[in-house]
């Protein structure tokens, strides 16, 4: 991994937390190039939350990591942490906290909430820590589509899948599993704004997803951002995904002539590998709720990252019974594979489906 830092440390103490994390990486086999190489595939950049100067990544395969220096730690540090994530247009923030002498670690990532460093401070293990939550921002996104107006006439109002992906919707939209809404404006300016819809190639958000196998080797998926509540469009709202290319890292994707396509949903890789590996699998969803007791994974690696979709589909595939698991990301939510929609969703009304737990900062030890 080449890396590279971005903008100047703006006390002793990020001085010395800069020459400590460098060693560390290059250390542990990573080369540090210069930021006009452009070249790094991690850029760690400085914030001053009081003079903020966003960096703006080349493309998708760059990952932000965010360095913010607070003296006085914030009283609610996760929320901080979480506005700086956003802030920054950064995959992971590290807050370096308290006193020169023996600051307090912190590490903050899309998918995690605080989490402290536990090691003594300029310590070898310290800084071994955060170079493996560096190391886990290196990932490979797979978050292009490539478009193909080729579906079926047939196909073309979504055939027998677009029914019951309505009714999932609306039931699991209002058990609270499903949601959308806007991208993080509050925190962005219009131009860092764009220059995310550029780099991730879109501007909804929204929580969750759904798919259905139409045959062997494809599978209809709702797309990124889509208001749950009026899944209509093919081609807007749900797209016919037909295969992966490995070489362009792209999901392919069959529409329908005379539409303006969205981006399929982020997870559509870790659906692909699921279908491929149990034909049996009739349907996937994604959702923001909860089971206690369940096979978990850590959201090591990013959603959306051929490191993450590799992993949910590992533990599927290890689960007493693939065709009917589910499966936690912890602090995520569940994802939940079955014969049909209408099977899941009578299956999660038989079970003890709650919010997904809050936690506050955890150590890393």
Not at 247 to 268: E, F, K, N, Q, Y
């Amino acid at each position: 991994m080449d890396f590279a830092f971005h903008g100047s440390a703006w006390d002793l103490c990020m001085v010395r937390f800069d020459e400590a994390l460098a060693t560390a990486l290059e250390a542990a086999g990573h080369r540090r190039v210069q930021i006009s190489e452009r070249g790094a595939r991690v850029v760690l950049v400085h914030v001053d939350p009081l003079a903020p100067k966003t960096y703006h990544r080349p493309d998708s395969a760059v990952s932000v990591v965010a360095l913010l220096r607070q003296a006085r730690p914030p009283e609610h540090l996760d929320d901080f942490a979480h506005q700086w994530l956003l802030r920054s247009l950064a995959s992971l923030v590290i807050v370096v906290a308290g006193a020169e002498e023996a600051p307090d670690i912190y590490v903050r990532s899309t998918d995690r909430t605080l989490e402290r460093i536990a090691a003594p401070a300029w310590s070898p293990r310290l800084f071994h820590q955060v170079v493996d939550r560096v190391r886990l921002v290196d990932v490979r996104l797979v978050l292009d589509n490539i478009f193909d107006r080729d579906l079926e006439a047939e196909l073309r109002d979504g055939g027998s899948a677009l029914p019951p992906m309505r009714r999932a919707a609306h039931a699991l939209a209002r058990a609270g599993g499903l949601a959308s809404g806007p991208p993080p404006g509050d925190y962005l300016s219009h131009q860092d704004r764009r220059h995310l819809e550029r780099v991730f190639q879109g501007s909804r958000r929204s929580y969750g997803n759904l798919s259905v196998r139409q045959d062997e080797r494809r599978f209809w998926m709702s797309t990124s951002g889509v208001d749950w509540l009026h899944l209509e469009v093919v081609g807007r709202d749900i797209e016919l995904v037909k295969g992966y290319d490995a070489t362009s890292r792209a999901l392919l994707v069959s529409i329908p002539p005379g539409v303006r396509p969205h981006r399929v949903s982020a997870d559509a890789l870790t659906h692909h590998l699921i279908y491929g590996a149990h034909p049996e699998v009739g349907a996937i969803v994604h959702l923001h709720l909860w089971i206690d007791g369940i096979q978990a994974l850590a959201p090591d690696y990013a959603r959306g990252s051929l490191e993450r979709a590799q992993s949910v589909a590992a533990l599927v595939r290890a689960s007493e019974d693939p065709v009917h698991a589910v499966i936690g990301i912890e602090r995520h939510g569940l994802i939940v594979t079955g014969e049909d929609l209408d099977e899941i969703l009578a299956r999660l009304a038989r079970g003890s489906v709650v919010p997904v737990p809050a936690a506050g900062p955890r150590q890393l030890v």
